[in-house]
């Protein structure tokens, strides 16, 4: 425990022991200008109290590109290989990862990075597959780590045995699932598979399919809580993508993507806690929006408390692929940030000058000043009495429009009519009408309320020398 100062404006040094480091640390309790009163910590302060520097936590940028050539391997830098099967081949050359996929059954191969995360990040990969064809899987996650290099008893083609010593999973996750990968020493199938039976801090019984009758093998454990996008199939424009909290699924859904045939695309997972979105778009330079949404996930989503590590996964069924497929991943990246949610309860109004515009993703709308038609009615001088009626302004069947508005000047008295119509036949007031006084510019404006609006002035006794009406449909 650090005690803190006792009198207000005190400043107080002290030193702390962390380890082998000695940490120099300084605490002073605020004061009220003036008074010399302790600020109460609840209060509003005054400009002038005084205050303390705050630096907001950056961004944790981890950044894998292939930079080092390597004949055949990952850089060891970022990830540690955890399995490469039969006739599987890995290679770093001109900036890319290269894993060729093999055409032997249940062949796996699995990187996992070497740092892990949590919380809030933005994770992205560059990549391509040669080709899509059944039986080859290639798999991104970011999932907790059970175990690794783990004893395994094969009991049946459905049932395996892992040695787990002291884990703290109870009967109360049977039925849950995870990860089963790196296999070594039989011919196992990598997949997610469901615990069936558990023995309290010695090993888990997993239900599984499609492996030898017998044997011991080694495995990796992972992916307990995990969010994964799966490419599999022979479609380049689908991939699976799901999240899994403590064991338990929604299950995957299929999201269309960019095609991961050349030149590939970039995948993008968002998540902040409480939703997972995952994006993809094009590798090349473009002024526009370039990546699309694809998928979201607000169930299932592992506790921010849970460290997830970068898995790089590319396994076979347990019948061959008809040929062998080249994974060609550009960069992976994962952007770790504050989770520092921010409400919006209210707002300042802001002047018509300070308009701020902008556009909507996906939409032809526009909000403020950078969107509308702007239109004359007319410039001709009226004879007293007479009057004059603008052009039918027609909002659309689907509106984009929220305002219609009038503005007329006119040297001599008169009045401004704003009107509206659902047919463009019958017209009816959509305002009080607004006198114009002699050399005056009046303005009126409505919400569009109707899909077609008129402006109408009518003058008064006394011919007029300049007239001008003017009318506008501002956009959303």
Not at 35 to 44: D, E, F, M, N, R
Not at 49 to 64: Q, S
Not at 276 to 283: I, L, N, R, S, Y
Request: glycine share 10%.
């Amino acid at each position: 425990m650090i005690n803190l100062p006792q009198q207000a404006g005190q400043v107080d040094t002290f030193t702390r022991q962390s380890g082998t480091s000695t940490l120099h640390m300084q605490a002073m309790v605020p004061v009220e200008p003036g008074a010399g009163t302790p600020l109460v910590a609840s209060a509003t302060p005054q400009a002038a109290a005084a205050a303390l520097p705050v630096r907001p936590v950056g961004e944790d940028i981890w950044v894998y590109a292939a930079a080092a050539s390597l004949a055949s391997a990952i850089d060891a830098t970022y990830f540690v290989e955890r399995a490469r099967g039969a006739n599987v081949t890995v290679a770093q050359s001109g900036g890319n990862l290269l894993v060729g996929a093999s055409t032997d059954t249940n062949a796996e191969w699995l990187a996992r990075s070497k740092r892990s995360w949590r919380g809030a990040w933005i994770g992205r990969l560059r990549h391509m597959l040669s080709q899509r064809i059944a039986n080859n899987n290639f798999q991104v996650l970011l999932a907790d780590k059970i175990g690794e290099g783990l004893a395994c008893t094969v009991n049946s083609a459905t049932s395996v045995t892992v040695a787990l010593p002291g884990h703290a999973f109870t009967d109360a996750n049977v039925g849950q699932s995870m990860m089963i990968g790196a296999i070594s020493g039989v011919a196992g199938v990598p997949g997610r598979y469901s615990i069936a039976s558990v023995v309290p801090g010695v090993s888990l019984t997993f239900t599984v399919a499609g492996w030898p009758v017998g044997g011991n093998c080694a495995v990796d454990l992972f992916g307990w809580n995990n969010i994964h996008v799966l490419f599999n199939g022979a479609t380049a424009t689908n991939a699976l993508f799901d999240c899994q909290r403590s064991g338990w699924a929604a299950g995957d859904v299929t999201i269309t993507s960019s095609s991961s045939a050349s030149p590939g695309h970039l995948l993008q997972l968002r998540a902040d806690g409480r939703q997972v979105h995952v994006e993809d778009g094009a590798t090349t330079s473009s002024t526009a929006l370039s990546l699309s949404g694809r998928g979201s996930r607000i169930e299932h989503i592992p506790d921010d408390s849970v460290d997830l590590y970068l898995y790089l996964w590319s396994f076979n069924a347990a019948s061959a692929p008809a040929s062998a497929t080249t994974w060609t991943i550009g960069f992976c990246s994962i952007e770790q940030f504050a989770n520092l949610p921010v409400y919006i309860a209210g707002n300042r109004a802001m002047a018509q000058s300070l308009a701020m515009p902008v556009t909507l993703v996906g939409g032809t709308a526009n909000i403020g000043s950078s969107g509308g038609a702007v239109y004359t009615e007319s410039s001709t001088a009226l004879g007293a009495g007479a009057s004059t009626t603008g052009a039918s302004r027609d909002a659309g069947s689907t509106v984009g429009y929220a305002r219609f508005v009038a503005n007329a000047f006119a040297d001599q008295a008169g009045t401004l009519y704003l009107e509206k119509s659902t047919d463009n036949v019958t017209w009816r007031l959509a305002a009080p009408p607004q006198a114009v006084a002699a050399g005056e510019a009046r303005e009126v404006a409505v919400f569009v309320t109707a899909r077609y609006h008129r402006a109408r002035y009518v003058n008064g006794a006394t011919a007029q020398a300049a007239f001008l009406l003017t009318s506008a449909l501002l956009r959303i």
